[in-house]
């Protein structure tokens, strides 16, 4: 949403592309934009775009003076936020917009790095590791989200981490934390996760169950593993999924759903990349 005109409106005046996010705090929308004439626009919130083909947009400054600018596929824009911009849509343009929740900034600038000056926004043009994790999220709205709560909270903690180094975005003095979870923590998180493994698992779920914050518990629970929140489920569910595959009244699609995969594609997709075979084709060694 945006206040355009002096209305609170929609971003743009295109339909809304494909699902829904299922992240309440990460919001993804894909636009396919026409033209259009001069507006004012305010966005209240912090804001992404991801241009998806080359287009062109105008923009004018208080004083009048009118700039063109060519936005190329992949360049990534870190809107301004609260602030009235006036341009103008001078060809068609494809857009994911992501909308990041302030809760998510603020867990990051704890952990984030204290720098004298924050990089300048403009970079973000140029900013590879936005448009990669930008990218990963269009295929994966594309695909109907088959990833899931947690693939989608690990994107937006690692989109938050990137933002804070910017100029404009919210920022604190860090924390300082050693070493990784304590491994109480770690044994309970483990517990969590194979207690819920057919369930839809979120990133704020598993903090809240060992009392950090998101960020806080990313960054301890990558120090102790080794790998990521989402990537250490994903391995749980493939070994719990090894398990059931021994039992041939399990069908494929029973296993994947008790694995707590949505779909039989996601299913075998994941399983081919740990494994290194299919699940029918891991079953018949056994």
């Known amino acids: 949403m945006a206040v355009r005109d002096g209305e609170t409106k929609p971003l743009y ?10 992240s309440p705090s990460l919001l993804i929308e894909k636009h396919e934009v026409r033209p259009t004439d001069w507006q004012a626009v305010t966005i209240p919130d912090q804001v992404l775009s991801l241009y998806l083909r080359r287009c062109s947009v105008e923009y004018k400054s208080c004083s009048g003076d009118c700039h063109s600018l060519t936005r190329t596929k992949g360049s990534v824009v870190i809107e301004k936020r609260a602030c009235e911009q006036q341009f103008r849509w001078s060809s068609h343009a494809s857009t994911l917009t992501v909308r990041l929740s302030d809760a998510a900034l603020e867990q990051a600038a704890e952990v984030a790095p ?4 924050g ?4 970079r973000a043009n140029r900013d590879m590791h936005l448009s990669s994790l930008l990218f990963a999220l269009e295929r ?3 695909h109907g989200y088959p990833a899931g709560r947690l693939f989608l909270d690990g994107i937006e903690q690692a989109l938050a981490a990137i933002l804070v180094r910017y100029d404009g975005i919210a920022r604190r003095a860090p924390q300082v934390y050693k070493g990784g979870l304590a491994p109480y923590r770690m044994k309970r998180v483990t517990e969590f996760i194979h207690a819920h493994l057919e369930d839809e698992i979120t990133l704020e779920e598993l903090a809240q169950d060992v009392g950090l914050s998101a960020s806080h518990f990313c960054s301890l629970f990558r120090k102790t593993s080794g790998t990521t929140p989402h990537q250490f489920v994903l391995h749980c569910r493939i070994q719990h999924a090894k398990t059931l595959l021994g039992k041939s009244s399990n069908s ?3 296993v994947a ?6 779909t039989h ?3 075998s997709r994941i399983f081919r990349r740990q494994v290194g075979i299919s699940p029918r084709a891991y079953r018949l060694q056994l």
């Open 114 to 117: 204290l720098a004298d000056n």
């Open 252 to 254: 494929i699609l029973d």
């Open 140 to 142: 994966e709205r594309v």
């Open 265 to 267: 594609q996601h299913f």
């Open 257 to 262: 759903l008790a694995s707590g995969f949505r």
């Open 119 to 122: 990089v300048p926004t403009e």
């Open 13 to 22: 005046d295109s339909d809304l592309q494909g699902l829904h996010s299922p």
